[in-house]
């Protein structure tokens, strides 16, 4: 099993950016792809950005491509999510997310993720 904090959200303005981070416990970080996912009130859960265990390929939504990044380091067992160009839409509580498939590389499906953190709040003001 393996336990996940998220940190690094607050408030910035729009055109601002802010990296969050998310640490994993256990000695099997390596093993799980990860996976971005936020959820604004009022809205449902949606996929943001993942990667795989290696960190050699990643994917996103397109309501995010070309701003943020999700990268990985394995040997500190931490997924990060470099957010650039925020807009107000970006607005959300985001959350990471470990899936211990091994058949898969890659898993934009929140429900197949296996374990989530309890969320980190990012506001962008206009």
């Known amino acids: 099993q393996v336990q996940l904090v998220e940190s690094g959200g607050g408030s910035v303005q729009a055109g601002g950016s802010l990296r969050l981070s998310c640490a994993a416990s256990g000695r099997t970080f390596s093993s799980y792809a990860m996976g971005w996912f936020r959820q604004a009130p009022g809205k449902e859960r949606e996929f943001v950005a993942a990667i795989s265990r290696s960190g050699g390929r990643t994917y996103y939504a397109d309501a995010v491509k070309g701003r943020f990044t999700i990268s990985r380091d394995n040997a500190k067992n931490t997924v990060y999510l470099q957010m650039n160009s925020l807009k107000p839409e970006d607005t959300a509580a985001y959350y990471c997310?470990?899936?211990?498939?091994?058949?898969?590389?890659?898993?934009?499906?929140?429900?197949?993720?296996?374990?989530w953190g309890q969320g980190t709040q990012v506001t962008v003001s206009s």
């Open positions: 997310a470990a899936d211990r498939n091994p058949t898969i590389v890659i898993e934009t499906r929140g429900p197949l993720y296996d374990y």
